[in-house]
């Protein structure tokens, strides 16, 4: 069974770019979760993809923004980059909506 | 504002001891909760769900829930060095979203 991944590991981008995320799903898992999580927080959720569609929005401007594709991987997207969007964003696959959720390794943001 | 409060860290507990991590959350609504392990530098690792009232043991891990006290909480026994690290908890409700607390940094001293 394969895990969650997430691609790429690390990751600097300037001030005012535009950034693509990617994570592909555990086996089976048709939910996908996504959260930033910055030094000494925990995770803060931005939105969750079920069956391709957006299932719920955390507290995160319209910049930030996601797919799922029929595989039920997905994408995050983040224009116009900020300094304050320097972080770990992590992917999270669940089997339904309701059921646990397995991280990914992350990706690290840094925002030059 | 629903949150997840965590009693602050860190937590040093010598080995062999029992680790004691405790958390309240003030979403009345939220149904299941979570305990995560995040080592330093890699991304949270799930290691205890409880959704019902009461005890839930796995291993040395033991879950705790008690919903009218909106309280959670997570006993490690014999503590070993490896269980150093960050513990997360979280609750999750009708949004299904998991809402995380900022995490106890429990250090086992050999």
Known sequence: ETGVTQSPTHLIKTRGQQVTLRCSSQSGHNT????????????????????????????????????QFPNYSSELNVNALELDDSALYLCASSWDRNYEQYFGPGTRLTVT | QKEVEQNSGPLSVPEGAIASLNCTYSDRGSQS??????????????????????????????????????????????????????YLCAGSGSARQLTFGSGTQLTVLP
Do not use: C, H
């Open chain 1, 32 to 67: 996908v979760s996504w959260y930033q999580q910055a030094l000494g927080q925990g995770p803060q959720f931005i939105f969750q993809y079920y069956r391709e569609e957006e299932n719920g929005r955390g507290n995160f401007p319209p910049r930030f923004s996601g797919l």
């Open chain 2, 33 to 86: 909760f979570f305990w995560y392990r995040q080592y330093s530098g890699k991304s949270p690792e799930l290691i205890m769900s409880i959704y019902s009232n009461g005890d839930k043991e796995d291993g040395r891990f033991t879950a705790q829930l008690n919903k009218a006290s909106q309280y959670v909480s997570l006993l490690i026994r014999d503590s070993q060095p490896s269980d150093s690290a960050t």
